[in-house]
């Protein structure tokens, strides 16, 4: 039940683009994105609902096909903040919400 | 406005020990989860409660187990403490999550437990 993440690393130089993708065998209510860095808490990034939204906060955007039960995780113009794990985290229909299954996670670098 | 907290930082116990571990949602949230993050690993779901009632449970043995105080907060509790209970354990809060709409959820800091 655990989603599959790809790339599992990813290394940019500043100002590069990346895609993380994020895809489940099973039927979804929801994805959830989260950064962290090492010695950090998860930090909240973003929340796609059933429905194939796709989301923008500054330069790092989402999509959620809803038919495939695939995300993906779009950053633009990388800055060296970036750099960390990216986690998605999904809600699987036919189990409650709020239960988060955590992909293996995404290790981005992003080199000046 | 403060963030979710959790105490204490670091634990270190023997094994056959109990731990107990504690997290302080954000002001206005109702729910709270609990995660495991062992080493290399990615975050294993263990609970979820909310109004003081548990949602949902991780596949984890009995022994973990935990609570939700009238005031939100809440504790995990680990029974008969073995060497691969070790792991970060990280308490997140968000707003009532019974609603049926998915809501961010806000991590803490974590809790290192050692089990030696």
């Known amino acids: 039940q655990q989603p599959v993440q790809s790339p599992q690393a990813v290394i940019l130089r500043e100002g590069e683009d990346a895609v993380i993708n994020c895809s489940s065998s099973k039927a979804l209510y929801s994805v959830h994105w989260y950064r962290q860095k090492h010695g950090e808490a998860p930090v909240f990034l973003m929340i796609?609902?059933?429905?194939?939204e796709q989301k923008g906060h500054d330069k790092i955007s989402a999509s959620f096909n809803e038919k495939k039960q695939q995300s993906s995780l779009y950053l633009t113009a990388s800055q060296l903040s970036y750099s960390g794990t990216y986690f998605c985290?999904?809600?699987?229909?036919?189990?409650?919400?709020?239960?988060?299954?955590f992909g293996q996670g995404t290790i981005l670098t992003v080199h000046p | 406005e403060a963030g979710v907290t959790q105490s204490p930082t670091h634990l270190i116990k023997t094994r056959g020990q109990q731990a107990t571990l504690r997290c302080s949602p954000i002001?206005?949230?109702?729910?709270v989860y609990w995660y495991q993050q062992a080493l290399g690993l990615g975050l294993q779901f263990l609970l979820w409660y909310d109004e003081g009632e548990e949602r949902n449970r991780g596949n984890f043995p009995p022994r973990f187990s935990g609570r939700q105080f009238p005031n939100y907060s809440s504790e995990l509790n680990v029974n008969a403490l073995e060497l691969e209970d070790s792991a970060l354990y990280l308490c997140?809060?968000?707003?009532?999550?019974?609603?049926?709409?998915?809501?961010?959820?806000?991590f803490g800091d974590g809790t290192r437990l050692s089990i030696l």
């Open positions: 997140a809060s968000s707003l009532g999550g019974v609603t049926g709409v998915s809501q961010p959820q806000h």
């Open positions: 002001s206005g949230h109702t729910s």
């Open positions: 985290g999904t809600e699987i229909i036919g189990t409650s919400y709020g239960k988060l299954t």
């Open positions: 796609l609902l059933k429905g194939g």
